[in-house]
Nanobody, 124 residues
Framework: VQLQASGGGLVQAGGSLTLSCAAS????????MGWFRQAPGKEREFVAA????????YYADSVKGRFTISRDVAKNTVYLRMNSLKPEDTAVYYC??????????????????WGQGTLVTVSS
């Protein structure tokens, strides 16, 4: 059982980054997948989630219209495309998975598996 997040880095405000989360096959094919983030001195917060079928996506209001979550079932990978980045998007980004359906998709405690996090820094 493993989630491996990658793609973080330093970008200027207004720029873009794409994060990837490679999951073991068992997780990816059966799971709601989510992205959370934790900024320095703040609690971890929900960013986006995508259903098992990739038919339904969910976003935090703060990223709606700027971020896009997607998944490639064949590659067992979930992506988070981040456009129009702002300094307040600076955080460690974590991918997570749960097999328990889509209810309460924005709650940390719902997710059973977590990746190690990847740092995104947006400079002004």
């Amino acid at each position: 059982v493993q989630l491996q997040a990658s793609g973080g880095g330093l970008v200027q405000a207004g720029g873009s980054l794409t994060l990837s989360c490679a999951a073991s096959g068992f997780i990816s094919s059966r799971s709601l997948m989510g992205w959370f983030r934790q900024a320095p001195g703040k609690e971890r917060e929900f960013v986006a989630a995508i259903s098992r079928s990739a038919g339904t996506t969910y976003y935090a209001d703060s990223v709606k219209g700027r971020f896009t979550i997607s998944r490639d079932v064949a590659k067992n990978t979930v992506y988070l495309r981040m456009n129009s980045l702002k300094p307040e998007d600076t955080a460690v980004y974590y991918c997570a998975a749960t097999v328990s359906g889509t209810d309460y998709y924005n709650l940390e405690r719902k997710y059973d598996y977590w990746g190690q996090g990847t740092l995104v820094t947006v400079s002004s």
